[in-house]
């Protein structure tokens, strides 16, 4: 089911569990057990292996999950955003619009933590590297 260049790498890495498997003197029902969990896999490497694109969406995904983890990069990130906007209004607009700020900075607050509870992320208690 993989494509052909990744078949004899996902081969190997099999047979190697298989045979860690068959050292630990794993039951019938273990063997079983992790056969159908690489089945219910393949799908989805296969899907991977054939987009590249699929990846980047990963890496993206894991860098917004490392801010979101903690309090002090989602308000670096969060202030970071509204201080350009704030600075482009205020060149374009005036001063008179820069009141905007403050409520976008906390409107992008609630969407942070919107997407924490979407995504199934804590903030720990002391977690503000």
């Known amino acids: ?73 989602t308000w670096l990130v969060i202030g970071a955003v509204t201080t350009a906007a704030l600075i482009d209004v205020v060149a374009e607009q005036g001063w008179g619009s820069a009141l905007f700020a403050a409520p976008t900075a906390w409107i992008f607050h609630q969407g942070a933590r919107w997407l924490r509870k979407r995504l199934g992320l804590v903030v720990k208690e002391g977690n503000e590297e």
Do not use: F
């Open 1 to 73: 089911m993989l494509p052909v260049e990744h078949r004899s790498r996902y081969a190997e890495e099999i047979r190697s569990e298989l045979h860690d498997l068959a050292q630990s003197k794993a039951t019938p029902g273990m063997q079983l057990y992790y056969a159908l969990q690489q089945l219910s896999r393949i799908w989805a490497l296969r899907r991977v292996l054939k987009d590249p694109a699929t990846r980047r969406m990963e890496t993206l995904l894991r860098i917004l999950c490392w801010v979101l983890s903690s309090e002090r990069r």
